[in-house]
């Protein structure tokens, strides 16, 4: 598939909540089709926003290329730049599947699931962060259908706890968070624990063994994923098989050359490639074989809007393995408002992929995204 000549490209800010600003990326081409990207990175609005003529000057260069073709270009410096790489190359491939007439995952080379097994990020919608908030978060996921839930408890484990030594003593709240939340949803229902890199080995292997107690099943980035710390990473995972947990991480690697070490030493059970950061799509294909054969479960991250998180669903649908797809639960009513036609709501865990419409099968409302920051 090739691509008509590009016409201009368009950078949007869609404030969700207070805390969460979405980052779109529209590309038009001079047939008149458009295709959407997602380049959200929580934080960094004015590096993606510095980065973005030159991203408008690459896509210009691209006009009349394979979609693929982008995937041999090294990224802008940075996540930011990163992101802004990932999200041409989303709208590169919504528009050439649109221009074929074919869902995204066929353009892929094919749909293997026609639905994605999600699991609920509950944390942005939990913005009162007592035990009690989180339990409510978590119930109300495992009541919509949901039989996988995942948290960021530990908000009081920093650096300046790190340095004092008093990682492990600073977890106690977040300890206290999942164990209501495991009170709340009951025994059936997968829990999950995202650490955001917060520890230290020693700090990290005592709040698995009690995370493992409270009824943890997936440890999520507990170190930071440092060439230097791969190795402490995989002792890790060996101790979390002891107590019954999966190990996962990843989510900010871009590129299978910053993956392919810590799939090689076998530090994760679970990689987390992120659609906005890792590379591209074809570069996610290329991961989730890489991990096939080397036995490591496929879990795409995606706490994001919902234009990256329909691309997720149609590079999900067509991966050679998969796990389960994440999904930011609940953050804003926008999520739902913005998509049209609407994407299917989730079912039972499942959100079925809609493989009857063109590219990614969306677009945007931007006229209600308008009415909606001016609120």
């Not at 230097?228 to 098989?241: G, N, V, Y």
């Not at 294909?285 to 879990?299: C, K, N, Q």
């Amino acid at each position: 598939m090739r691509l008509d000549r590009v016409r201009n490209l368009a950078l949007d800010f869609v404030q969700a909540t207070p805390a969460t600003c979405w980052a779109f990326l529209t590309l038009t081409t001079e047939a008149g089709l458009s295709g959407l990207g997602e380049a959200t990175l929580p934080g960094e609005e004015a590096r993606l926003a510095a980065g973005f003529p030159e991203l408008e000057r690459r896509a210009l260069a691209l006009s009349g290329a394979d979609p693929a073709s982008l995937a041999a270009e090294a990224p802008l410096a940075g996540l930011a730049g990163a992101a802004l790489h990932c999200a041409l190359d989303q709208a590169l491939w919504d528009v050439a599947a649109r221009r074929a007439g074919v869902p995204l995952a066929t353009a892929l080379g094919g749909a293997r699931r026609t639905a994605v097994p999600l699991y609920a990020n509950v944390n942005r919608r939990t913005r009162e962060r007592s035990p009690a908030s989180f339990a409510r978060s978590a119930a109300t996921a495992a009541a919509a259908g949901f039989r996988a839930v995942k948290i960021a408890p530990f908000d009081e484990v920093d650096e300046p706890a790190r340095a004092r030594g008093e990682a492990r003593a600073a977890a106690a709240p977040g300890l206290n968070r999942i164990a209501a939340v495991r009170a709340a949803i009951g025994p059936e229902i997968e829990l999950m624990v995202d650490c955001h890199w917060r520890f230290d080995a020693a700090a990290a292997a005592a709040v698995l063994a009690e995370c493992a107690a409270l009824g943890v099943v997936w440890f999520e980035c507990p170190l930071p994923e440092t060439p230097e710390t791969i190795p402490t990473i995989s002792a890790l995972r060996a101790l979390a098989h002891r107590h019954g947990l999966r190990l996962a991480g990843g989510e900010k690697l871009v590129r299978l050359a910053a993956f392919a070490p810590f799939i090689d030493a076998g530090a994760y059970d679970v990689m987390m490639p992120d659609i906005k950061y890792s590379g591209g799509l074809t570069e996610m294909l290329r991961l989730a074989e890489r991990m096939a054969v080397a036995g490591i479960a496929f879990s795409p991250h995606n706490p994001s809007g919902p234009v990256a998180h329909a691309a997720s669903l149609q590079l999900s649908a067509a991966a050679p393995i998969l796990d389960r797809l994440e999904l930011q639960w609940d953050e804003s009513p926008l999520f739902a408002a913005l998509p049209r036609p609407p994407l299917p709501a989730p079912r039972d865990g499942f959100a079925p992929v809609p493989l009857d419409r063109p590219g990614i099968g969306i677009t945007l409302d931007r006229a209600f995204a308008t009415r909606a920051d001016r609120a």
